[in-house]
């Protein structure tokens, strides 16, 4: 019996637009804390498209003391056909100290000189859009001058 192949197809690619004065909650046992707003943002895919509401949402970021920076996002996604969904996802970004200095200085890094991925859920009580409540997806991360940009990938 042959093994189930894992195929994947781009879902949406989403550009995200972050508060750069995140609350510092300072070092925890677990590394340093902070937590930033996600003031807005967009997503583009073939089946589905809009905007990220500038409020609720948020990044809770740990910075581990092995320099892996964890994310923990929660966002409240907007089609353009006015339908609402709730997106939250966790994932890690960490790379060679001299990428990841000239990320934090906000400087244009090539994506491949990193590791960036998330894993996506959603919820949303849209009829149009309720298979979003039955896939798994996983997203590849880049962090460009303007935020994060995340290309989202169902998971077949």
């Known amino acids: 019996m042959a093994a189930p192949t894992l195929r994947s197809n781009h879902l949406f690619t989403m550009s995200l637009t972050v508060d750069q004065a995140a609350t510092d909650i300072g070092e925890t046992p677990y590394g340093r804390r902070r937590i930033a707003t996600v003031t807005g943002g967009s997503f583009t895919g073939e089946e589905i ?5 500038p409020a609720p949402g948020g990044d809770w970021l740990l910075l581990r003391r092995d ?6 996002v929660r966002l409240t996604l907007e089609t353009d056909d006015g339908h609402l969904i ?8 960490h790379g060679p100290a001299w990428v990841i200095e000239q990320l934090n200085r906000g400087e244009k ?6 590791y960036f991925r998330t894993t996506p859920w959603f919820e949303t009580a849209s009829e149009k859009y309720r298979f979003l409540n039955r896939i798994v997806c996983v997203a590849t991360g880049r962090r460009d001058p303007a935020g994060p940009v995340y290309e989202v990938f169902h998971i077949l």
């Open 109 to 114: 890094v090539d994506p491949n000189q990193y």
């Open 49 to 53: 498209k809009g905007r990220v509401l």
């Open 67 to 72: 320099g892996i920076l964890m994310l923990n």
């Open 86 to 93: 709730y997106m939250r996802y966790e994932g890690m970004r």
